[in-house]
């Protein structure tokens, strides 16, 4: 190890001078920074766009569900918990080379929830404060391990927290129908103003259906999803890129494939020691007493200390040798306890209640049961939520405790909420791993995905010996699977009515829940739909 | 912004409270502006029951031929109800609008035109018969514009699937478009709580905006089954612009009625060129479906769902909203003692 290099009083000023010229607003100017967040802000505009292109009939499913595809840490947890090779998966190769080629470049130069980490510098507004200690980077790595370990086991549940599906869930659930209440609630206002209609109606044309929803869609708790999100983003109290540094399993895995980088930054002899480059570091890896040398697992190539750099020693320099473990790398005793503590974890999913009796509405998106059970949403779902984006009622919701510990964020059917449009397969086309086979409309209008049961007590013609028949106008089935039993009763006043009454057909139903969603009944409907009887037994 | 003041905080967070309590007023503004509507002096039968069922005719309906009343001997000027049958729909719908005294009768020049079809679904295209014929709601338009209208808007809110799917699907985007009229988006928040004090159960009911506002506004249903009300005609489709309409269902044949009181097409054009006999309103089976090449046209809703009902082989008193709709002097049942002209063009 080198000893710092001893440099003289006004040496030091003139170089700071020198450098601090490059920064504006407190961050770096150059043109390497410059173009470094042109691809960053424009990678993050193509990863909304595509966002709002999701939707029934908006874009082409294979490019909407590019990102997904590309994210190689989805991929690969999903090839080893399914073990299943998809062809469009092999997009996130992409990434992979990206990062042996360039180290963790895509977490500085592409993810999206990065840049809008970049956008949130909120550990400015405190005073200076040292980071948290290096050990705690070991969080991520230990987090790559958990994931993969679990998915070995058929567990896919922690990619809750890969950035790609993070964001997208946060978008989906909680961003975009706030913005929809909003400027639902401001042209609502406006719509009072007669003057206002046409160019209101100019703006609603443009706006509906291309960015938000013509009828709208609820979520239940959104604010439970941005809390997750909003917590990311405060980390960055903190410390710059809290998240990036030491908790992002994504970060983490392409970190240790960043070891392998061929392209890696290293300081020339011929630096003074100024410690600019420490400072501006986004992810603090540079190392003032290891001669400011970086950890490839760690540096984000930003290339800010490229430009700050006063004396030009800052290169990025080609080496073919991979770079060695660090203090903070998990060692075997660590890796080894991770392993445990997932197998532990694992083992209580296996031993918790909806493993042996699944809650009754869990009701999974069409295709997804096989033999009606519900294993592949475990094996198979990326909980990306893709499939939540896209479905047209809103019908699909992230699961919170709906299917379990295991099964959080993964799509299940609220029919209170929304039903299974009898005109749509979106699900299924844009599910980026085939977790809901895409299916074409004819084949998934026969899957049956729940059974409807009619709670005589509640039900208006059963109960109250009124008609009703909302159920049976609804059901989208050319055959019906509510059938009508009519019938001569004493009505409330004691007189005789002849009335119908609504029967389901176990054998037609379906279960895609719109006469649940259209039940008149308040409260809880009085037709309601169960998951799907289970042919084998056990 | 090197620092984020405390200051920049406040003027942040007073903007934005700002902007919310502007949203609310403007939001608030609104609640108070029911529209007004003029009553119909009728008296309302108090006590409305509705009409006992009697069985569906269980399989084959009459030759609509059979039930029709025979075209009276001396033309009057202008026939209360026009069928015409036997031809393609857009000669069926002209046809029937030349025999009523042309359409510039009910759209006059400059007005603001809404045809209303149903368009209750995204799953089926209009051969299953659970839409309205898209040629005839092309024609309609296009008539509306050759008589002078100043615009002519396309609307319905679908039960199933998306509204811009079902306008798709039916087919009725790309005639209504062909033919420069607009097919509109029924927003959420575009619904206006409005007072309806001739109804007996529906006192109130939130109504799309356009709809009240509209000159003219003209209803093309599709005639089929429907379980509860048994047929969907013109009086069933107005259901399409109100909001919650599941809630309706306990006492249909009267909430029907009650709406038909406050909405008054000046025009109903019955579309039967093809009919839904089971399984409605959502059909999906071609079986059910009867190709019956007609159309029935009447600046009287409950007459012509009087006249669409014999198509089904039921009498107007099979179906409770067109008692309870007559009772309520919404308009007439009697058909033998209406002027129908019944033109068979392919004769």
């Known amino acids: 190890m080198r000893e710092i290099p001893r440099v003289k009083m006004e040496n030091q000023v003139t170089l700071l001078k020198r450098g601090k010229r490059k920064f504006r607003k407190g961050q770096v100017a150059g043109p390497w920074i410059l173009f470094r967040k042109t691809v960053q802000y424009l990678t993050l505009f193509i990863f909304i766009a595509l966002f709002v292109w999701s939707r029934q009939d908006g874009g082409q499913p294979n490019l909407i569900n590019i990102p997904m595809r590309m994210d190689p840490l989805l991929i690969l947890a999903h090839l080893v918990a399914s073990r299943t090779i998809l062809v469009g998966s092999t997009l996130a190769l992409i990434v992979l080379l990206l990062t042996v080629v360039f180290g963790r470049a895509w977490c500085g130069w592409l993810c999206p929830l990065g840049t809008i980490l970049d956008l949130f510098p909120l550990n400015r507004w405190r005073k200076k404060r040292p980071a948290p200690s290096d050990g705690w980077r070991r969080i991520k790595f230990d987090f790559v391990i958990v994931i993969f370990v679990a998915a070995l086991l058929g567990n896919l549940t922690l990619l809750f927290f890969d950035p790609l599906t993070l964001l997208l869930r946060t978008l989906t659930v909680s961003l975009w129908p706030a913005l929809d209440r909003i400027v639902t609630a401001v042209e609502a206002g406006l719509a009072h103003f007669p003057v206002l209609a046409g160019p209101l109606s100019t703006f609603d044309n443009w706006i509906r259906p291309t960015i938000l929803p013509i009828q709208p869609v609820y979520y239940r708790d959104g604010l439970l999803f941005l809390a997750v999100f909003l917590g990311v983003i405060l980390l960055n109290l903190l410390v710059a890129r809290f998240w990036c540094r030491y908790l992002c399993p994504l970060g983490g895995a392409l970190g240790w494939l960043g070891k392998l980088a061929i392209f890696r930054r290293k300081v020339g002899m011929e630096c003074k020691g100024c410690t600019l480059c420490t400072d501006i570091c986004p992810t603090g890896t540079i190392n003032p007493t290891k001669d400011y040398a970086s950890d490839p697992s760690e540096c984000t190539m930003c290339l800010d200390c490229l430009e700050v750099c006063p004396c030009g020693q800052t290169r990025f320099v080609t080496v073919f040798s991979p770079e060695k473990w660090t203090a903070y790398d998990p060692d075997a005793k660590e890796a080894l306890l991770a392993v445990g503590v997932t197998v532990a974890a694992i083992a209580l999913f296996k031993s918790s209640q909806p493993a042996m009796r699944q809650t009754p509405f869990l009701i999974r998106p069409p295709g997804v049961r096989e033999n009606n059970l519900d294993v592949v949403a475990f094996t198979k779902c990326t909980r990306c939520n893709e499939c939540i984006r896209v479905c047209p009622t809103g019908g699909l919701q992230p699961a919170v405790f709906d299917a379990g510990t295991a099964g959080l964020g993964s799509p299940i059917l609220v029919p209170r909420l929304g039903y299974c449009d009898y005109s749509c397969n979106a699900c299924g086309q844009v599910c980026p791993v085939q977790a809901i086979p895409p299916l074409g409309l004819a084949k998934k209008r026969e899957q049956v995905i729940g059974l409807a049961f009619i709670n005589e007590n509640r039900c208006i013609p059963w109960s109250d010996r009124r008609p009703c028949l909302v159920c049976e106008e609804m059901c989208p089935l050319p055959e019906k699977a509510i059938q009508l039993e009519k019938v001569e009763v004493w009505g409330p006043d004691g007189k005789s009515v002849t009335l119908q009454l609504p029967h389901v057909l176990r054998e037609v139903c379906i279960g895609c829940g719109i006469c649940e969603y259209k039940c008149p009944v308040s409260g809880e409907a009085a037709i309601q739909v169960y998951i799907p009887q289970v042919e084998v037994p056990f | 912004m090197g620092k984020f003041t405390r200051r920049d905080f406040l003027k942040v967070a007073a903007a934005g409270a700002g902007a919310m309590t502007l949203g609310a007023i403007l939001d608030a503004c609104g609640q108070v502006l029911p529209t007004s509507l003029p009553s119909t002096d009728t008296p309302i039968p108090s006590n409305q029951q509705p009409a006992t069922l009697s069985p569906f005719p269980p399989d084959i309906i009459p030759p609509a031929t059979d039930t029709v009343p025979a075209p009276t001997d001396i033309p009057l000027p202008t026939p209360d109800l026009v069928v015409t049958r036997g031809g393609e729909p857009e000669a069926l719908v002209r046809r029937a609008l030349a025999a009523l005294g042309g359409i510039e009768k009910f759209v006059p020049s400059g007005a603001n035109v809404i045809v209303k079809p149903n368009i209750c679904l995204a799953y089926h295209t209009y051969e299953y018969a659970a839409t309205t014929n898209p040629w005839l709601v092309g024609t309609l338009v296009k008539m509306c514009y050759e008589a002078g209208a100043a615009s002519v808007k396309v609307m319905d809110n679908p039960f199933g699937g998306t509204q811009q799917k079902a306008y798709e699907i039916s087919g009725i985007k790309e005639q209504v478009e062909a033919a420069g009229g607009v097919m509109t988006n029924m927003l959420s928040y575009y619904y206006v709580p409005t007072q309806n004090p001739s109804a007996v159960v529906l006192k109130t009911v939130k109504v799309y905006d356009d709809i009240l506002k509209a000159d003219v506004l003209i209803n093309v249903p599709i005639a089929k089954q429907h379980s509860s009300s048994r047929l969907t005609l013109g009086m069933k489709n ?110």
């Open chain 2, 238 to 347: 107005l259901m399409g612009v109100i909001q919650n309409r599941s809630a309706l269902h306990i006492n249909l044949g009267q909430c029907i009625a009650d709406l038909n009181a406050l909405i008054k097409p000046q025009l109903t054009v019955v579309d039967a060129v093809r009919i839904l006999t089971a399984n409605g309103p959502t059909g999906g089976n071609l079986t059910d479906v009867k190709k019956l090449d007609t159309v029935i046209a009447s600046p009287d809703v409950v007459a012509a769902d009087s006249y669409a009902a014999s198509l089904f082989g039921m009498k107007p008193e099979d179906l409770d909203y067109i008692v309870i709709g007559t009772a309520m002097g919404l308009g007439r049942s009697d058909l033998q003692n209406l002027n129908v002209q019944v033109i068979q063009l392919d004769a």
